[in-house]
């Protein structure tokens, strides 16, 4: 296939190229888009599952409060337990000693509870802190992911108008090719006509030539002798006219014949000009101009 540049400077190569790198982006941004597509639902997925885990560490905290809420009933009843104990404190001394480290124990099982009833405390506020970035990070892929599906659809609408420009630049080339082919024709038509025409023209102005020649041949074979020095110099001119009209008259042929190939040479302008005065010398004689 070949590519050239039109008469206006349509490089048809380097548009046919513009468009090839048009593509292979669109392809590439597709493939990002998709791309972008598949981490937001991976991340959606991600964000169900900490859901699920937010759900069951909300349930263990009821269950943990539901126990320390036992507790504190057992601790209750066991504090009225201790009541009584008090005041059989002088008939159950052993009794009140036994319950007394009872209660050091329960104590302690409570203090651990309420330790690990923190920890499970901070643990949830960790896990909402890390639900709310996860959120925002959502959030932000989803605005990012709608900026990049507009400048998709700013590039189809782009591609879309280079292709339109694209096609009504080849009509138009297709045109002015169609224009510039028959242009040529006629051209080519006129240029014979005219070729042939500069043949029969000088041949019919040799014709004449050659004739007015054969009888100034004739004429200086049969009546040189009795002419004058003017006379001959008058003949010697009528000849040199003679010569320098057939040379004219091939040259203008020669002329018709080039075309475009012409090629430029050096002229002597001093030859030229004496060839011009030698022309015009009767004129010159008449008008009685100086040289």
């Known amino acids: 296939m070949r590519f050239g540049?039109?008469?206006?400077?349509f490089d048809e190569r380097s548009y046919m190229v513009d468009l090839v790198a048009t593509k292979r982006e669109l392809a590439f941004q597709n493939a990002e888009r998709e791309k972008r597509a598949a981490e937001l639902v991976i991340a959606n997925k991600e964000l169900a599952y900490q859901n699920e885990e937010k759900g069951k560490r909300a349930a263990e905290l009821i269950?943990?409060?539901k126990a320390l809420v036992i507790q504190n009933e057992e601790k209750?009843?066991?504090?009225a337990e201790l009541i009584i104990a008090n005041k059989a404190l002088v008939i159950q001394n052993e009794e009140k000693e036994k319950r007394a480290g009872e209660l050091v124990i329960a104590n302690k099982e409570l203090a651990f509870q309420n330790e690990e009833k923190e920890k499970?405390?901070?643990?949830?506020?960790?896990?909402?802190?890390?639900?709310a970035f996860q959120n925002e990070e959502k959030e932000k892929r989803a605005a990012e992911l709608i900026v990049a599906n507009a400048e998709l659809a700013f590039q189809n609408e782009e591609k879309e108008?280079?292709?339109a420009e694209l096609a009504i630049a080849n009509r138009e080339l297709v045109v002015q090719n169609n224009e510039k082919e028959k242009r040529s024709a006629e051209l080519v038509i006129a240029n014979k006509g005219l070729e042939q025409f500069s043949f029969i023209a000088s041949h019919d102005l040799q014709e004449p030539l050659r004739t007015v020649a054969n009888y100034m041949q004739v004429f200086e074979e049969d009546y040189m002798h009795l002419l004058d020095d003017n006379a001959r110099q008058y003949l010697q001119s009528v000849n040199s006219a003679v010569k320098r009209m057939s040379t004219l008259v091939k040259s203008l042929l020669d002329f018709s014949r080039l075309g475009r190939n012409t090629k430029l040479s050096f002229v002597?302008?001093?030859?030229?000009v004496q060839v011009v005065i030698s022309d015009l010398q009767t004129m010159i004689r008449t008008s009685k101009c100086l040289t």
């Not at 540049?5 to 400077?9: A, D, R």
């Not at 209750?76 to 504090?79: G, L, M, V």
């Not at 002597?268 to 030229?272: G, R, V």
């Open 268 to 272: 002597d302008c001093k030859a030229l």
């Open 5 to 9: 540049v039109s008469e206006y400077g």
């Open 76 to 79: 209750e009843k066991r504090a």
């Open 63 to 65: 269950l943990a409060n």
């Open 161 to 163: 108008k280079r292709a």
């Open 120 to 131: 499970r405390a901070g643990e949830l506020v960790i896990a909402n802190k890390e639900l």
